[in-house]
């Protein structure tokens, strides 16, 4: 066999390492990492069959203009971490002068981790307002055995992370649907926050609310002080379901008229449904498992398929 020649073994450390499923996240991003991995190939073959190494120039960048990008990652700084709960956390990250990300209501960005030399990437939506200048915020779970989250755990302030997008979203628009009902569980609340707030920031838009957030006990209620503002909004109400509270009599007295123990099953959720003041439109976002759960409930009551969104 013929030994490999110097020219060919350099064209072959340019070639673009195929993603690993790690590397996915999963949500349906366009382009996905593996369209930007074709991408990449085909142009690594053309400068190939040409013999011009020129052509590959800027392929692999990351971008350093701090514009976030769907196809490359770019790097954002670490200004503040918050503990919220015992393994939740909210980052804040820093954006050159007053400029903002623009993201639309709902939309997902892509972080960029790499653990034990795998690399790892994993979707999340920002919590602060689309429009917020200067910085942007995700509430991020970290669980004990997750890849990504031991990444995410060492992070100080100061430290640059990388992300790319945005992706996805839910295309709302004020007074479209008379009642949004949320129902959200853990970080699920994350796309549903920037709806709320733009809902309620709005005096022209008067859609009804009710969002469901979903926890195993009280202490596991992310964001307490924005949400009691929220539920201030003559449009908005909040209910919570706690799955590992037995009894509501600890709770504040704030919370326990519309806090309910166990979980969110079929019959809580018609009643729920019942209880919208209008035919509502509905958010879902939770784990797999929750928002299939949702889906059934849903159907079972009677709610197509087309007035259901799910993140």
């Known amino acids: 066999l013929q030994a ?50 020129s052509l590959l120039m800027g392929k692999k960048e990351q971008s350093s203009n701090s514009e976030l990008n769907p196809d490359t990652f770019t790097a954002f700084s670490v200004s503040s971490v918050e503990q919220l709960t015992e393994d939740t956390y909210q980052y804040k990250f820093e954006l050159p002068g007053n400029s903002s990300l623009r993201l639309s209501l709902g939309q997902h960005i892509v972080l960029r981790g790499v653990v034990n030399g795998l690399e790892v990437q994993r979707a999340y939506t920002p919590i602060s307002p689309g429009n917020a200048e200067g910085y942007f915020e995700v509430l991020i779970e970290c669980y004990e055995a997750g890849l990504m989250s031991q990444y995410i755990k060492t992070w100080k302030r100061g430290d640059v992370v990388f992300w790319r997008g945005p992706f996805g979203g839910f ?37 009804f609310v009710t969002l469901v957030g979903c926890f195993p006990t009280f202490d596991k209620i992310y964001l307490k002080p924005l949400l009691q ?62 928002n299939e759960d949702m889906s059934r409930y849903l159907k079972a009551a009677g709610i197509e398929e087309n007035s259901c969104f799910v993140f």
């Open 4 to 53: 490999m020649s110097g020219n060919e073994q350099d064209w072959l450390a340019l070639r673009p390492q195929e993603p690993s499923p790690s590397q996915c996240c999963g949500s349906g991003c366009k382009p996905c990492i593996y369209d930007v991995y074709e991408k990449e190939l085909a142009q690594w073959e053309r400068a190939k069959a040409m013999q011009d190494k």
């Open 171 to 207: 295309p709302y628009r004020p007074n479209k649907h008379g009642e949004l009902l949320m129902l959200a569980s853990g970080t699920g609340l994350a796309p549903m926050i920037p709806i709320l707030q733009s809902i309620t920031e709005d005096e022209e838009d008067e859609t």
């Open 229 to 290: 503002d929220l539920a201030r909004y003559w449009n908005v109400r909040i209910f919570y379901v706690l799955s590992q509270e037995t009894s509501l009599e600890k709770l504040p007295w704030s919370y326990q008229e519309n806090t309910f123990t166990g979980r969110l099953n079929e019959d809580l959720t018609k009643t729920i449904i019942n209880s919208c003041r209008r035919k509502p439109f509905i958010l879902i976002c939770g784990s797999s498992a929750f």
